[in-house]
């Protein structure tokens, strides 16, 4: 669990350091004589400690915050704190266990409370606050112990509590806080924190004043590792790989650099795999693989960066960085899973068998699709971006008055935007509808987000604005286009009853054995009517089911021949057999 909440936001900032930490105030069970001499002991030595530095509240349980409730507390309780610190460091070099490493985490993590990291970033708080804690413990142990425990007195001589107190002989600030859980509580302000590596650079040469085994505990942060990287090989490397460059040694620096070629790769290589087997799979595996993109790139970093954290543990500007591309990460991930989540439940809702077609347009559920993966994208980039200190209610604003701007910009183009979304709510037509407008008359090939194309009978594109579209008169004539097969069959003179009666059966027949022919409508007819010179003819008016003005004539002729065929096997006249067509 430690693990998961270090990578999670409390990171591990001095960390050679893993995971768990002793109770402190664990106690084996002894006889009562015993028990006695080791209570009058442990009674001696915390009188003895409080002579030592006065004014230290001796805190027995874990989980007693240390007294920050005046400079005097402050520094004193800093100063038990850091020589804590420092054991468990020594603990932890003399036996690199995962348990060593823990209790060195859980107490840099009570070294960063006398620092007031709120102003920064919340992605870079642990980092920025275990660097600066052990700069301030290498600084205050250069400085004259009496003068720095004495704290503010007041005119009497009683100890103060100012607001502002700086340390004597050091420009390093302690400031009270007058709001907030730790009201009352002094701390490191954020002024002076971002120049303790400034005062540190000038104050490492300077003499130790206080007993410890480490001169420079900076230095031995910067060289440290994790208890996975073997201490007898970092020993062995040449001295130009253990510089520091920006804060962290070049070896380091090139360990995370191969480390992030192979999580590049790593991301790569899996984006074709899942790119073929969306192509092969059925809709609802194919699905888990799209989904699968975002989650590998997501848990790549994060093990990328739990291993530079705890087992490299780079400094300064290089972690940072690291820490960054770690964050951004994250949020491609994040934005990538919503849209892609997104867009597959709308597929699913679309496919769906359980919700009419009626109810559900499938490009109006596209179109909220989208609208919503873009929304949830932007709100996780938004708040991704706020954990690096960007503030999500800047970029609100900022977005607001852009969005004014491009609005006026693209006012043309955001018409034909909403004039799309009134089509496909209104539903005044839909895809494969033969419709007629100002422009012309065509099939509905496709509505778009700005346009929609409609295919005429010739064959013909036309590209219509939505805008248009939304404003315009609109006749639906359904589906397929209003065409229509109009001929007329003249018939000899002298035909009995029952040879009309015949011909025009056979006409009929020819008509409903077309499969382009819809004679079964109400609007279709084959019917007999008069004709010059009191002649008779056979009137046709059938819809056609073509798109384009080519299949419209193929049809006709098909349609002729077979009704020439019929006239020629019934006996009738051949040359009469012909009529106007159109």
Known sequence: MRLIRSYAGHLLLFSPFALHRKPRDLRPRVNPRLRHACMTSLLAGIVAMGLAIPGVAQTLSP??????????????????EADRFTALYSAYKADRTGANNSAIAEQLDVLRSFLDLGSFPPA??????????????????????????????????REARPDVWMIPGTKIVLARKNDGLNAGAYVVPHETIIQLPDFHARMIDAPLVRDTPYPSLRAEQLQATGPLIPQFMVDALPEPLTRSILGTPVWKQIVAACLFL???????????????????????????????GPFVLAISFALFYLFIETQLNEQGVVALATL??????????????????TMIVTEMLIGSERVPEEVLDAHLT??????????????????????????????????????????????????????GLVLLIDRPFRVGDWIEIGAGSG????????????????????????SLLSAEPITNLGRGPNQRLQHVLPLPK??????????????????????KLDSQRDDSAAILTGGPDGTLQISIDVPVNADLASDLD?????????????????????????????
């Open 63 to 80: 989980l007693t915050p240390p007294d920050r409730s005046s400079p005097r507390d402050w520094v004193a309780s800093f100063l038990t």
């Open 124 to 157: 870079f708080q642990n980092k920025v606050g275990g660097e600066a804690a052990i700069e301030l413990i290498d600084i205050l142990n250069r400085l004259p112990q009496d003068a720095i425990l004495s704290g503010p007195a007041d005119p009497v001589g």
């Open 262 to 292: 192979l999580v590049l790769w790593l991301n790569i290589w899996w984006s074709g795999i899942a790119r073929r087997a969306i192509q092969r799979l059925p809709e609802a595996l194919a699905g888990l693989f799209r989904l699968s």
């Open 324 to 341: 960054l591309v770690r964050n951004l990460s994250l949020i491609a991930a994040g934005a990538w899973a919503v849209w892609t989540l």
């Open 366 to 419: 596209r179109l909220i699709g989208k609208i919503v993966g873009i929304a949830g994208a932007t709100a996780a980039v938004i708040y991704g971006l706020s954990t690096l200190g960007i503030p999500a209610a800047g970029l609100i604003t900022s977005l607001g008055v852009g969005g004014v701007g491009i609005a006026l910009a693209a006012r043309v183009t955001i018409e034909n935007l909403f004039g």
């Open 443 to 466: 099939r509905v090939e496709d509505i778009g987000g700005r346009s929609c194309r409609i295919v005429t009978a010739e064959g013909t594109r036309i590209v219509i604005p939505n």
């Open 494 to 515: 002298g035909m009995s009853r029952d040879d009309v009666e015949t011909r025009l059966a056979s006409v009929r027949a020819v008509l409903a054995a077309h499969p």
């Open 554 to 582: 193929s049809i006709r002729t098909e349609t002729l021949l077979a009704l020439l065929h019929a006239a020629s096997a019934a006996g009738g006249n051949e040359e009469n057999s012909g009529g106007p067509a159109r």
